[in-house]
């Protein structure tokens, strides 16, 4: 797995292309989403979160994704990034899973009880009968669950939160064997103080597991943001190329990821991560100037 060593631990670049295209109303062909998904794996990302198996109702736009895992199986790219596809039950999984090319189920667990039933169409009790289950097919098929706690920093609907509450879910979806944990700004809610907060305590609380964040923000707090899960030791980052991207279940005012070439170069200030390929980057962003345009 790609990873860039820096003061004895690894930063995990994790470019999220299926947060990029999930919500883009336009369809982008099957053949465009195997074109661009390609550029992107020669970039060096230590994952690339391709893609979904949901419902394809829920996200159209994704509704091809495992047409579009055949056409990158077709045509192999050399590469040591690994493939992630988000789930949303069991079943999900259990397709997911079937998939030799994919290293990484995504499962989102929300600590609002609103949103959880929006987006898996389950409460959250319900949802950890279903991590449960995905943990033990991840087992039996050499994957890894990686769950986004969404909603993590705060909820726009009156919902009960606090970081105790977080830390509560986290503690119990720890204790099932998960070992990857990121937390999801999913509304762009977050202050910096309470990434630094909450990652902190989190990172502290749980040494052996890896904790990430998936940060949605503006232009205008993207840095501090990120600073601020960097000094809390977060070496886990998501991001989408040119800061597409948003959870169309969330609202319908979506809120960026951060943006993978900004991220990047934030990084870099610390150390030079030589196993990017940058004119591979720099293709990616061509692509992605042609597939996302208004």
């Known amino acids: 797995?790609?990873?860039?060593?820096?003061?004895?631990?690894?930063?995990?670049?994790i470019e999220c292309p299926r947060d990029a295209m999930q919500g883009w109303k336009t369809f982008i062909p099957t053949e465009k989403k195997i074109e661009y998904?390609?550029?992107?794996?020669?970039?060096?990302?230590?994952?690339?979160?391709f893609g979904s198996f949901v419902s394809a109702k829920a996200i159209p736009q994704l509704a091809d994704t495992a047409e579009v895992l055949k056409g990158l199986k077709s045509h192999p790219v050399d590469t040591t990034t690994q493939l992630l596809a988000i789930i949303a039950n069991v079943r999900g999984a259990e397709d997911a899973a079937a998939y030799e090319e994919?290293?990484?189920?995504?499962?989102?667990?929300?600590?609002?009880?609103?949103?959880?039933?929006?987006?898996t169409n389950s409460s959250i009790r319900e949802s950890l009968e279903r991590?449960?289950?995905?943990?033990?097919?991840?087992e039996q098929s050499n994957k890894q669950l990686v769950i986004y706690i969404s909603m993590g920093f705060g909820n726009p609907y009156g919902d009960p939160y606090s970081p105790a509450i977080v830390f509560d879910w986290v503690n119990r979806i720890a204790a099932l064997g998960v070992q990857i944990i990121?937390?999801?700004?999913?509304?762009?809610?977050?202050?910096p103080e309470q990434v630094t907060d909450l990652t902190s305590y989190v990172i502290n609380k749980l040494p052996q597991h890896e904790i990430g964040v998936h940060l949605?923000?503006?232009?205008?707090?993207?840095?501090?943001?990120?600073e601020a899960a960097w000094q809390a030791g977060c070496r886990r980052f998501d991001g989408a190329l040119k800061g597409i991207g948003g959870c169309p279940?969330?609202?319908?005012?979506?809120?960026?990821?951060?943006?993978?070439?900004?991220?990047?170069?934030?990084?870099?200030?610390?150390?030079?991560?030589?196993?990017?390929n940058k004119s591979a980057l720099a293709k990616s962003l061509t692509l992605a100037n042609e597939i996302f345009t208004l």
């Open 102 to 119: 994919i290293s990484y189920l995504g499962f989102p667990f929300s600590v609002s009880e609103t949103f959880q039933q929006r987006n």
């Open 1 to 13: 797995m790609k990873s860039f060593t820096l003061n004895n631990k690894h930063i995990h670049l």
């Open 216 to 226: 949605h923000s503006s232009l205008h707090n993207r840095q501090a943001k990120i």
């Open 37 to 49: 998904l390609q550029s992107l794996l020669q970039v060096g990302f230590h994952t690339l979160d």
């Open 131 to 138: 991590v449960k289950e995905i943990q033990r097919i991840c």
């Open 182 to 191: 990121s937390l999801a700004d999913t509304v762009g809610l977050a202050t």
């Open 249 to 276: 279940m969330a609202n319908d005012d979506l809120v960026g990821n951060i943006d993978t070439e900004w991220l990047i170069s934030y990084l870099e200030q610390y150390e030079k991560m030589p196993g990017l």
